[in-house]
């Protein structure tokens, strides 16, 4: 039988996902509940539309030419990316084979013998870790914390390119004494060569009303400027190198 998978959409010429122009695939399916998520219509894991892995690497391959001059490549993302290994792993030998780089942005939260192959194919990791404090984690995200230190260790083993990536939302992520526990555990990882700190927005608000899902974040406002600039310095400690992303 061959292997399919589902794809949410794709995105030809993005630049906030990994260095460069990059091609971006949104897969669908996530096993977190994020209150913060602005793609709630990933989560469903039976939705999206169906490729097989060189009908997908075709679309891909069209723009090889700007990824190549950028600096850039493919970034997988969703949803859950990890969640469609056996697809993504796939796709991404076909990727390799025509030199593009492999970039994914994962939660963490899964781990099997798949997910070790699929990181032998990966350029760089976008890890977001949506909080250090795991009861905080848990009330963010509906499950834990401890995969997703996990995979960071593996990949601190493995020597992968890993950007940290950090949603500062206002009386739900923004505990600094928390924050300065989580930039302190980073300082033990050389293989953490960003920290990108996101600005929560609520762009993705109207997805939430459009499915019926209540969205506890209506009335928090983004974080102001002060508290940006506080927690890109905690983050900066030590010499980390932090963007910030409004």
Known sequence: ????GRIHSLESFGTVDGPGIRFVVFMQGCPLRCQFCHNPD??????????????????????????????GGVTFTGGEPLLQTEFLLEVSKLCKKQGL???????????????KEQLEYTDLVLLDIKNYDPRVYETVTG????????????????????WVRYVLVPNLTDNLDSIKRLSA???????????????FHKMGEYKWKELGLEYKLAD???????????VKNIFAANGKKVSVNL
């Open 42 to 71: 990933t989560w469903e894991v039976h939705k999206g539309t169906e490729y097989q892995p060189q009908q997908l690497f075709d679309e891909i391959v069209k723009y090889k030419s700007y990824m190549e001059f950028s600096g």
């Open 143 to 162: 499950v834990a914390l401890t995969p997703t230190l996990k995979l960071l260790d593996h990949l601190k083993e493995m020597k992968i390119n890993t």
């Open 185 to 199: 555990h980073l300082d033990q990882y050389p293989n953490v060569s960003k920290i990108e700190l996101l600005a």
């Open 220 to 230: 928090t406002r983004e974080p102001d400027k002060e508290l940006l600039l506080t």
């Open 101 to 115: 780089t492999v970039a994914v942005d994962t939660s963490g939260y899964v781990w099997n013998d798949k997910v």
């Open 1 to 4: 039988m061959s292997i399919t």
